[in-house]
């Protein structure tokens, strides 16, 4: 159990376009998921934690504008790059977590951005 | 402010045990988590600890003393696959946010 998918797996864009990453939690209801970045040989960097049906909070130096944070559903959240630049080409992470006693982040598969 | 640290490499035969040590200063913790990640995959998870001593799942094994903020992830009967980044992570606040450490970078030998 505790599945979380993510789509696309890949995706390769032009600079100046925006991209849109959904992330799924399969069997089970996110009531909080997470999203994360993550640069080549570096840890996992949390970008925000959105709660179905509220804003997201992101972390310091990220930027709302930019990276917009949609939890429309218990099972759905999108994360959508904004006006994308080379420097943003990154591993996009997502985790959902199902709330109450359970504490364990369940992670997607990742979604590999290019910006051209 | 948050800081976890954990050596960056570590190399070790097949076969043995192999133990990767975590501290961690974290303004609130909830739980202490020990993710394994492949090179270009997503975390998968490894264990979780909330209070202090010793939980044992299979090969692998992890520790926590919360009043030295200090953890470790003990892995037994080394294989391969086991070749991988460790990641040891921190839940803190109201929603459990994880900050994760550099991760640790096994590579496993014949």
């Known amino acids: 159990g505790a599945v979380v998918s993510q789509h696309p797996s890949w995706v390769i864009c032009k600079s100046g376009t925006s991209v849109k990453i959904e992330c799924r939690s399969l069997?089970?209801?996110?009531?909080?998921m997470f999203w994360y970045r993550q640069f080549p040989k570096q840890s996992l960097m949390l970008m925000a934690t959105?709660?179905?049906?509220?804003?997201?909070?992101?972390e310091q130096g990220v930027e709302k504008d930019k990276f917009l944070i949609n939890h429309a559903s218990l099972t759905l959240s999108t994360l959508t790059v904004t006006s994308a630049h080379p420097e943003d080409s990154s591993f996009y992470i997502c985790s959902g977590r199902s709330g109450g006693s359970q504490e364990t982040q369940y992670f997607g598969p990742g979604t590999r951005l290019l910006v051209l | 402010g948050q800081n976890i640290d954990q050596p960056t490499e570590m190399t070790a035969t097949e076969g043995a045990i192999v133990q990767i040590n975590c501290t961690y200063q974290t303004s609130g913790f909830n739980g202490l988590f020990w993710y394994q990640q492949h090179a270009g995959e997503a975390p998968t998870f490894l264990s979780y600890n909330v209070l202090d001593g010793l939980e044992e799942k299979g090969r692998f094994s992890s520790f926590l003393s919360r009043s030295k903020g200090y953890s470790y992830l003990l892995l037994k009967e080394l294989q391969m696959k086991d070749s991988a980044s460790y990641l040891c992570?921190?839940?803190?606040?109201?929603?459990?946010?994880?900050?994760f450490g550099a991760g640790t970078r096994l590579a496993v030998h014949p």
């Open positions: 069997d089970f209801q996110a009531t909080t």
């Open positions: 959105s709660n179905e049906g509220s804003k997201a909070t992101y």
């Open positions: 992570a921190v839940s803190f606040g109201g929603y459990n946010k994880l900050i």
